[in-house]
């Protein structure tokens, strides 16, 4: 039965929380799911429930509302989130995102490794991307949702309410050197930033 979802909307603060859910129901007991995992289970028409092992008591990753209210549904489990100032979460994805397609030239986009911020967040995959993740959901749906910019005092909060021992540290994966407050300026004015 799970006990817990994580439901993690891109760069906000996720890869922290699943070190706290290892660190409170052991490695072994906690599925890890990248988008590209639940991409694939859905294109092979098979559901996010039917891939998890019995021990499994938390699952995290990137899944949308949709592709795990069956699991809600069955165990009503404790389900926590947190979000992110939408620029800085964008700003800081499209990071991870030209990271990746620089030291991964077999990616599939590799070819947009000179793309801008501007046509990077006029794309419509990369639009509305809480919305994209949550939809469907209420927010009485959730247990906890936090806020990366208060990461150490909801971490807190939520380990208090879970009467968990937590790791407070945050980490963020990626960090190419990139002038976040100046792209944020730019792409603001002109009216393109997409949440």
């Known amino acids: 039965m799970i006990e817990f979802v994580f439901l993690h909307i891109p760069k906000t603060g996720g890869s922290s929380i699943l070190r706290n859910l290892q660190s409170h129901y052991g490695e072994e007991n906690v599925m890890h799911f990248e988008r590209d995992d639940v991409i694939e289970l859905n294109e092979n028409k098979q559901k996010i429930s039917s891939v998890i092992r019995p021990n499994i ?47 991964d ?35 009485d749906d959730f247990f906890f949702i936090g806020f990366l910019e208060s990461y150490r005092i909801d971490i807190q909060r939520l380990s208090k309410q879970l009467s968990w021992k937590v790791d407070e540290q945050f980490h963020e994966k990626n960090s190419a050197r990139f002038n976040t407050q100046e792209k944020i300026n730019r792409v603001t004015h002109l009216g393109l930033l997409a949440f």
């Open 57 to 103: 008591k938390a699952i995290h990753g990137h899944f949308r509302h949709k592709e795990i209210k069956d699991i809600i549904k069955r165990d009503q489990p404790k389900v926590v989130t947190f979000f992110r100032k939408p620029d800085e979460r964008v700003i800081s994805n499209f990071k991870w995102w030209k990271q990746t397609l620089r030291t």
């Open 105 to 139: 030239k077999t990616h599939s986009q590799v070819a947009r490794i000179n793309e801008s911020l501007s046509t990077y967040i006029e794309k419509k995959k990369t639009k509305n991307k809480i919305s994209y993740f949550l939809e469907g959901m209420k927010i």
